[in-house]
């Protein structure tokens, strides 16, 4: 997603976002986001991406 700043430069943004179903239900029971800014280092956003997928999992499982 591209997002325009106050400055007029432009800003990239990744988000994650993961959807589990009950596979008998086919009902929703858990959904994770995670988002954040891209730079122009494919490595670093890589690294980044890790740390958001960490962070998006140990929400779940969901708590009943």
Do not use: C, M
Request: aromatic content about 8%.
């Amino acid at each position: 997603t591209r997002v325009r700043s106050s400055a007029a430069s432009d800003v990239y943004k990744r988000q994650v976002v993961v959807d589990v179903f009950d596979s008998q239900s086919k009902q929703l029971i858990w959904r994770g986001t995670e988002s954040a800014d891209l730079s122009g280092h494919s490595d670093k956003n890589a690294k980044s991406l890790e740390k958001n997928l960490a962070t998006l999992f140990k929400r779940f499982p969901p708590s009943k």
